[in-house]
């Protein structure tokens, strides 16, 4: 039993490495996308927004949807 048990106890270990290395902390990076969203957008507000950031923001919403995907999977 004592074998089991320590078995158990690696494997926690290793899926909380496995976790944070694929997954990551979600809710950060949807604040840390978020934010840049934000940023963009007030850059835009002031016209001061190139075409380069018009391509960055639409990589920040698809990257928000995939985040939110995951957020979505986690809880059901």
């Avoid at 902390?25 to 016209?47: F, P, Q, R, T, Y």
């Avoid at 923001?57 to 986690?74: A, H, N, P, T």
Wanted: aromatic share 6%.
């Amino acid at each position: 039993m004592s074998k089991l048990k320590d078995k158990l106890k690696f494997m926690k270990t290793d899926l909380k490495v496995w976790n944070r290395s694929i997954f990551g902390c979600l809710e950060s990076n949807k604040k840390s996308i978020v934010a840049e969203i934000e940023e963009l957008d007030g850059k835009d507000d002031n016209d001061t927004l190139a075409g380069d950031g018009n391509i960055r923001r639409m990589e920040l919403f698809s990257q928000m949807g995939l985040v939110d995907k995951k957020i979505d999977s986690i809880y059901r």
